[in-house]
């Protein structure tokens, strides 16, 4: 269980995003826990210990099944947060990020009173993509916006989206896009 336990984002999640169950969900949820109290009243024996993390396990999955199912039923409210996180990224990559750095989950959540945790959930479940990958996809827009309609030197196009090295820009648009920066604009020539 202790191996398992980190596969639940939830837990980092803030109070503002708690799951809210419906009724039938609470009535589930509750006898789980009835359940787990009753073993802890029984005697002790050599299933005990067997029995509660197996309920813990159970208690874990619905957990993450209503977490899903929030995700579904708030998709409106989900695709205005994706919304939010792309103007907020388009925002910091032409404003921010030549003077700030490369930007991190934990800065837009921020921004967005989110958990790191919860941002990234939403945003794999609306998109497919994880707050990181979403990031590093939309660096690569940009980069290949300023590389197309500006005079700027692959060197000055990194520094200008807020990488500290320029080889650090380069191995991750080759990454991305199959092409190292200078293949890229050369292609568009």
């Not at 787990?36 to 197996?54: C, G, H, R």
């Amino acid at each position: 269980m202790g191996k398992v336990i980190g596969n639940y984002g939830f837990f980092a999640y803030s109070t503002s995003e708690a799951l809210h169950l419906s009724e039938k969900e609470d009535k589930i949820m509750m006898n789980l826990m009835h359940q787990m109290q009753d073993e802890l009243k029984n005697n002790i024996d050599n299933y005990s210990q067997d029995l509660i993390v197996s309920h813990i396990d159970l208690l874990l999955n619905y957990a993450k099944r209503f977490h899903n199912r929030q995700f579904l039923t708030r998709s409106a409210a989900n695709s205005d947060l994706v919304a939010k996180m792309e103007e907020l990224t388009d925002s910091y990559l032409k404003s921010e990020a030549a003077l700030s750095g490369l930007p991190t989950v934990n800065f837009f959540a921020e921004k967005l009173n989110l958990s790191p945790n919860y941002l990234s959930d939403v945003l794999k479940n609306v998109t497919g993509k994880n707050a990181q990958t979403h990031i590093q996809e939309s660096i690569i827009d940009r980069a290949k916006e300023l590389l197309l309609t500006t005079n700027l030197s692959v060197k000055e196009v990194a520094y200008d989206l807020g990488f500290e090295r320029p080889q650090s820009f380069s191995t991750m648009f080759k990454k991305k896009t199959q092409k190292t920066p200078l293949q890229y604009k050369a292609s568009f020539n």
